[in-house]
């Protein structure tokens, strides 16, 4: 049941990885999108139609992960590059 209630949580948003090193961490974050019902595209293109678009950074993933419930992209800023952090972005499409 519950694997069920997690699939929901993300159901119709398609998410890109766009910026950032191609990691464990990074794949970690697209099985959790899947496993709570994104739609991973390799390429932006391929998601694309009338959507709404969010550029969040990996804690939008994370977050609905342990509370089970979509949180909105909003609070999940990209936040600039440091000098000894380069972030990983997503953009995330959604229906209107």
Known sequence: VLKSVRKEVLKGCRVVFISGKISTYSLRLRK?????????CDETEACVTHVKKFLVNPNWIAAPNHMCQKQPEENFPVRPPTKNFFSLIFLVFRDP
């Open 32 to 40: 959790m999108a899947e496993e709570l019902g994104a739609e991973w």
